[in-house]
């Protein structure tokens, strides 16, 4: 799954907004990359969030090539 829209062509760099326990996070790459590969480089452990992007959960293997927000839904488990 690729996901994104139009990027600032006199900007080099996509940049990814990315909110996370209420906190938003920027993520830039001048390559496509992964949401998988976001997570590791924020350190945010893949097994504990669900992507969202428009209101739709994402696979964490969706390809990233342009300027996006997701946000990340924490889940939690235990008892």
């Given at each position: 799954m690729r996901i994104g829209h139009k990027r600032d062509p006199?900007?080099?760099n996509m940049r990814v907004e990315?909110?996370?326990e209420n906190e938003s996070l920027i993520f830039e790459?001048?390559?496509s990359t992964t949401?998988?590969?976001i997570l590791n480089k924020l350190d945010i452990p893949s097994s504990t969030v669900l992507a969202v992007?428009?209101?739709t959960i994402v696979?964490?293997?969706s390809t990233i090539s342009e300027d996006?927000?997701?946000e990340l839904i924490v889940v939690s488990s235990g008892g």
């Open positions: 006199f900007r080099s990315v909110v996370y790459s001048e390559v949401i998988s590969t992007y428009n209101d696979p964490h293997s996006i927000k997701i």
